[in-house]
C-alpha cells in the first residue's frame, strides 16, 4: 500500500484543522450574498441568495458598526471556505484520496450541521471508511469504498444524558431530498431506525447492545436524535470507543467523528463473521474481509502497530466468544491477505510485549 506524499498528508492535516477550527455555522447562508444597496441617499445591506430562487433580505444600515462586523466575518467564511475547497480538490485530483459520491456527502454535511458529531454521534460504516486514506495518509482502492447507504452510531446513555436534541431527523433528511421517508422498524412499526427515499438510498442509526439478546430485535428510543430511534447492535460498543476526528472530502471539507481505524479492522473481522450465508450475506462479508484487510495493512504501512496491537488484546480478551468470531474472521480471508493479516497483528503484539497465549492456532 502506498503512502501519499508528505506535502498531501501536511495538507490533510491543515484541512482538518482549519474545518474544525471554523465556525460551526452562520446565521446565512454561505451560497449567498451581502450587498450593498441605495435607498434615498443611504447604503443597506441586504442578503440575497439566488437559490431555490433569487430572494433578498433586509439586513441594516451600512454604517451601523455591529452589522458591518458581521458582514466581514461571513465573507471570512466564506473566503476560508472558498480556501478549504480547494485543498478537498489538490487532495483528491492530486493526492489520488477518495472523495464520496455527492449525495452522501450532503447527507453527512446535513446531519453535521445540524449538530450530529456536537451530539457525540460516530459515522460508520463505509463512509467512515472512506475517510481514512487522508487520516492515515495513504491510497485506499476505490472499489473498496463503494456504499448506498449512511449510518451513525451513538451510546444510549449518551442520547439520554446531553439534555439536547437534533431537530427532527425527517426534515433534515428531506431538505437534501424530499422524498425520504421513514421505514417502520419491523418490531416496533412506531419507531424509525431507517429512512429512506425514492432510489432506495438509506439512513441508518445504530447504538450498542450490551443487555439481553432480546433488545436486538427492538428499536431504542434515543432521545437525543430528533424523533428517530436506533438498531441495537453488538459489538458496536467496541467499535465506538475513543473515535477520532477527521474530514470526509466533500466541498469544503466536512468534519466528522470516525471510530479509530484499529477498532474498525478488528470491527470488521468480527462482524464478517457473524454475517449469514445467503447472498446478500456473501455479499457483505467479502466486504467487510476487504476493508478489515486493507485497514490492517494500511496500518503496517503507517506504523501504527501499537494502536493495533492494544486494542486486538482488548477485543481478544473479551472473552471465548470474541475469540472464535475474531479467528473465524482471519479464517474467512483469501490466502494472501490471511497471511499479511495474521503476520501483522503478530508484529503488533511483539512491538507492544503483548503475549496472547493461543492466538493463531486455529487460524
Keep these: 500500500m502506498k503512502e501519499i506524499d508528505l506535502v498531501y498528508r501536511t495538507m490533510f492535516a491543515e484541512l482538518v484543522q482549519r474545518s474544525l477550527d471554523a465556525p460551526f455555522e452562520t446565521e446565512f447562508s454561505t451560497a449567498g450574498n451581502f450587498v450593498r444597496v441605495p435607498v434615498k441617499g443611504r447604503d443597506y445591506w441586504y442578503f440575497e441568495e439566488t437559490q431555490p430562487k433569487k430572494s433578498r433580505k433586509y439586513v441594516g444600515p451600512a454604517d451601523d458598526p455591529d452589522i458591518a462586523k458581521r458582514v466581514d466575518t461571513f465573507q471570512h467564511i466564506k473566503d476560508d471556505l472558498r480556501s478549504r475547497r480547494k485543498l478537498v480538490s489538490t487532495l483528491t485530483r492530486e493526492a489520488g484520496l477518495v472523495a464520496p459520491e455527492r449525495f452522501t456527502g450532503a447527507i453527512v454535511e446535513a446531519l453535521g450541521h445540524a449538530g450530529i458529531f456536537r451530539l457525540r ?8 471508511f472512506q475517510t481514512y486514506g487522508g487520516l492515515l495518509g495513504v491510497k485506499l482502492p476505490g472499489a473498496s ?14 442520547s439520554a444524558e446531553v439534555q439536547d436534541s437534533l431537530p427532527p431527523i425527517i426534515e433534515i433528511l428531506r431538505d437534501v431530498d424530499p422524498t425520504f421517508r421513514p421505514v417502520p422498524h419491523r418490531s416496533d412499526p412506531m419507531r424509525a431506525t431507517q429512512f429512506e427515499n425514492s432510489a432506495r438510498y438509506k439512513v441508518e442509526f445504530l447504538t450498542p447492545n450490551r443487555g439481553s439478546d432480546e433488545y436486538t430485535d427492538h428499536a431504542s428510543p434515543m432521545p437525543a436524535l430528533g424523533g428517530a430511534s436506533a438498531q441495537p447492535l453488538r459489538v458496536l460498543d467496541f467499535l465506538i470507543h475513543d473515535p477520532v476526528r477527521t474530514v470526509l472530502l466533500h466541498r469544503s471539507g466536512v468534519p466528522v467523528v470516525v471510530p479509530a481505524p484499529e477498532r474498525y479492522a478488528i470491527h470488521k473481522l468480527i462482524v464478517a463473521s457473524r454475517r449469514q450465508s445467503d447472498a446478500n450475506g456473501g455479499a457483505k462479508r467479502e466486504k467487510d474481509l476487504h476493508q478489515a484487510s486493507l ?18 488484546e482488548e477485543a ?3 472473552g471465548p466468544s470474541w475469540r472464535e468470531a475474531i479467528e473465524k474472521g482471519l479464517r474467512l480471508l483469501p490466502d494472501k491477505p490471511r497471511e499479511l493479516t495474521k503476520t501483522t497483528i503478530k508484529e503488533a503484539l ?3 510485549g503483548i503475549d496472547l497465549e493461543g492466538f493463531t492456532d486455529n487460524v
Design 121 to 128: 454521534g460516530v459515522l460508520v460504516g463505509t463512509v467512515a
Design 350 to 352: 511483539v512491538s507492544t
Design 316 to 318: 481478544f480478551n473479551r
Design 295 to 312: 485497514m490492517v495493512e494500511a496500518l503496517r504501512t503507517t506504523r501504527r502497530l501499537d494502536e493495533l496491537g492494544y486494542a486486538f
Design 145 to 158: 469504498l463503494q456504499t448506498g447507504d449512511a449510518d451513525f452510531a451513538q451510546h444510549y446513555s449518551i
